[in-house]
């Protein structure tokens, strides 16, 4: 299957938008880039399908300015980061529209930045390890695509949640130690060929009880190779554009050596949030609370301005980012 060509990123002056019922307008301060912004850009269905031209950006932190009919609550003037858009789209933009009941106050101990970077990635890295995998103390966790946003917090989350031994995946020195300074115990190269049989060794010849799988292609089939007995794989994208397959010998290994006791979950945080509000609406209550304790901190990697949004994009596509990459729509380039 060929890979679609990504629409280019126009950086020009819009209407500003006008709340509707239910909604507020927000005096955006600082959008997060996901890499479900890049995907969009190609017309695909992931993570849904999107109608082009649009507006990229799924969260934002900044302050509320309007109102739409019906809505008194958060206070015009307040704080706020929010999931944007009814299709998770507009959040690159000085001023973007929120449903008023998916706006959450900014609490002491968070900037805004920082508020910004938590929502989606850090949500997903939390319900992934605790809800969809049901990751257990002292269980080892594989992280692949470790220094990236979800990767980052999946790190911390699973140090906090009892984890044994969380190893980190990256392809670059720089990425190698941004997942060591993130909490990892140990961390491998998955450019080189034999890094399934290091993350044995790692784990004392057990394998991984948990995976966080988000690339597809021949680095889900490795990352399977990883995978120890009862343990669980939870695939959250596809971030290499290419299907998720299965050679031969995954085939034999996974679907016909049933005394391993492997598992494969597919996850999409929308719909679970959207299916699960009350869980995801905990979940995220305690994801803000481990933040503004400082028990998990907000890796930000880049913070460039609204301008340079398709630069943000490359650099994401190239793999040269570690954290979180935020917009600021108010900066001068």
């Known amino acids: 299957?060929?890979?679609?060509?990504?629409?280019?990123?126009?950086?020009?002056?819009?209407?500003?938008?006008?709340?509707?019922?239910?909604?507020?307008?927000?005096?955006?301060?600082?959008?997060?880039?996901?890499?479900?912004?890049?995907?969009?850009?190609?017309?695909?269905?992931?993570?849904?399908?999107t109608s082009l031209p649009y507006i990229p950006g799924s969260e934002v932190a900044g302050t509320v300015v309007a109102h739409g009919a019906g809505v008194s609550e958060p206070p015009i003037g307040?704080?706020?980061?929010?999931?944007?858009?009814?299709?998770g789209s507009s959040g690159y933009a000085q001023y973007a529209l929120a449903p008023a009941a998916q706006t959450i106050p900014i609490p002491?101990?968070?900037?805004?930045?920082?508020?910004?970077?938590?929502?989606?990635?850090?949500?997903?890295a939390l319900l992934i390890l605790r809800d969809v995998s049901g990751l257990q103390p002292g269980e080892?966790?594989?992280?692949?695509?470790?220094?990236?946003?979800?990767?980052?917090?999946?790190?911390?989350?699973?140090?906090?949640?009892?984890a044994g031994c969380v190893i980190g995946a990256a392809g670059t020195p720089e990425r190698w130690a941004a997942v060591l300074a993130a909490g990892a115990d140990a961390?491998?190269?998955y450019t080189q060929p034999d890094w399934p049989a290091l993350v044995r060794e790692y784990t004392a010849g057990h394998g991984a009880d948990v995976i966080l799988e988000m690339n597809g292609g021949k680095l889900f089939t490795e990352s399977l190779a990883s995978l120890a007995p009862f343990g669980r794989m939870v695939v959250?994208?596809?971030?290499?554009?290419?299907?998720?397959?299965?050679?031969?010998?995954?085939?034999?290994?996974?679907?016909?050596n049933p005394a391993l006791n492997q598992s494969l979950h597919?996850?999409?945080?929308?719909?679970?949030?959207?299916?699960?509000?009350?869980?995801?609406?905990?979940?995220?209550?305690?994801?803000?609370?481990?933040?503004?304790?400082?028990?998990?901190?907000?890796q930000i990697g880049h913070v460039?301005?609204?301008?340079?949004?398709?630069?943000?994009?490359?650099?994401?596509?190239?793999?040269?980012?570690?954290?979180?990459?935020?917009?600021?729509?108010?900066?001068?380039a």
């Open 1 to 49: 299957m060929g890979q679609r060509r990504q629409r280019p990123l126009l950086y020009e002056d819009v209407p500003t938008p006008q709340p509707a019922p239910g909604q507020v307008l927000i005096r955006v301060e600082a959008a997060a880039v996901n890499y479900a912004d890049l995907m969009r850009r190609s017309n695909t269905t992931y993570p849904f399908p």
């Open 78 to 87: 307040s704080r706020v980061f929010a999931l944007v858009g009814h299709d």
């Open 108 to 124: 002491p101990g968070l900037t805004i930045d920082q508020a910004c970077a938590l929502v989606v990635a850090g949500l997903t």
């Open 140 to 162: 080892r966790v594989l992280v692949p695509a470790a220094a990236g946003g979800v990767g980052s917090y999946a790190i911390q989350l699973a140090k906090l949640f009892g």
């Open 187 to 189: 961390v491998v190269d």
């Open 236 to 256: 959250y994208g596809m971030a290499g554009r290419t299907p998720l397959t299965f050679d031969d010998a995954a085939i034999l290994r996974f679907f016909y």
């Open 266 to 298: 597919v996850f999409n945080l929308g719909l679970w949030f959207g299916m699960r509000p009350q869980a995801g609406g905990a979940a995220l209550g305690e994801l803000i609370d481990l933040a503004a304790s400082g028990k998990l901190k907000v």
């Open 304 to 332: 460039l301005p609204l301008s340079r949004a398709a630069d943000a994009h490359r650099m994401i596509e190239a793999r040269a980012t570690t954290g979180k990459v935020i917009l600021h729509p108010w900066d001068e």
